[in-house]
T-cell receptor
Framework: DTAVSQTPKYLVTQMGNDKSIKCEQN?????MYWYKQDSKKFLKIMFS???????INETVPNRFSPKSPDKAHLNLHINSLELGDSAVYFC????????????FGPGTRLTVL | DQQVKQNSPSLSVQEGRISILNCDYT??????FLWYKKYPAEGPTFLIS?????DKNEDGRFTVFLNKSAKHLSLHIVPSQPGDSAVYFC????????????FGGGTRLMVKP
């Protein structure tokens, strides 16, 4: 009964490929997020999304795009992968509240060769 | 430019003693602060939060203190237990649309038996 789950846990791929990471939450939350933890262990927000709006961190390349088939899912699509995309990607969710606590998934370690 | 900083990358404490983890921020518009705990190969787990209208919030062994004038918050763990050994991240939110968190770089806490 995992609250926020991600698949796959590990993803190894070649430069230039297109890949997706899936995220699902069973908490009934309205807002979902994607974070990137780089090699220096800094966690940085990439996207915040609910059914009303998508907010994008301006530093995120447009090769990254979130797609939400329904309220419980927010998948991360990455086109034309680059070496610098190697990182751990975390999905999170919260109620649709301005100051609400976010609950994180276990992370997906992406390695681009 | 890091808006949230944790200047101590690591901290070692004896079991039963107090652990004090510190966090500084530069953006005076932050109005909600959180602490997360992270074990290896897992996602961050929410610990405790504090609104900018308060200066202290307590939950069991965990207390967060906020000093707005100094733009400083701290997490106190009393008494420390070996199971508390993990990386602790402080995070801040502007409380605006999107509820996007800005994280510090983390402090690795080691509690020795």
């Amino acid at each position: 009964d995992t609250a926020v789950s991600q698949t796959p846990k590990y993803l190894v791929t070649q430069m230039g490929n297109d890949k997706s990471i899936k995220c699902e939450q069973n908490l009934g939350h309205d807002t979902m997020y994607w974070y990137k933890q780089d090699s220096k262990k800094f966690l940085k927000i990439m996207f915040s999304y609910n059914n009303k709006e998508l907010i994008i961190n301006e530093t995120v390349p447009n090769r990254f795009s979130p797609k939400s088939p329904d309220k419980a899912h927010l998948n991360l699509h990455i086109n034309s992968l680059e070496l610098g995309d190697s990182a751990v990607y975390f999905c999170a969710s919260s109620q649709d509240s301005r100051l609400d606590t976010q609950y994180f998934g276990p992370g997906t370690r992406l390695t681009v060769l | 430019d890091q808006q949230v900083k944790q200047n101590s990358p690591s901290l070692s404490v004896q079991e039963g003693r107090i652990s004090i983890l510190n966090c500084d921020y530069t953006n005076s518009m932050f109005d909600y602060f959180l602490w997360y705990k992270k074990y290896p190969a897992e996602g961050p787990t929410f610990l405790i939060s504090i609104s900018s209208i308060k200066d202290k919030n307590e939950d069991g062994r965990f207390t967060v203190f906020l000093n707005k004038s100094a733009k400083h918050l701290s997490l106190h763990i009393v008494p420390s237990q070996p199971g508390d050994s993990a990386v602790y991240f402080c995070a801040a939110s502007l409380g605006n649309a999107g509820n996007m968190l800005t994280f510090g770089g983390g402090t690795r806490l080691m509690v020795k038996p």
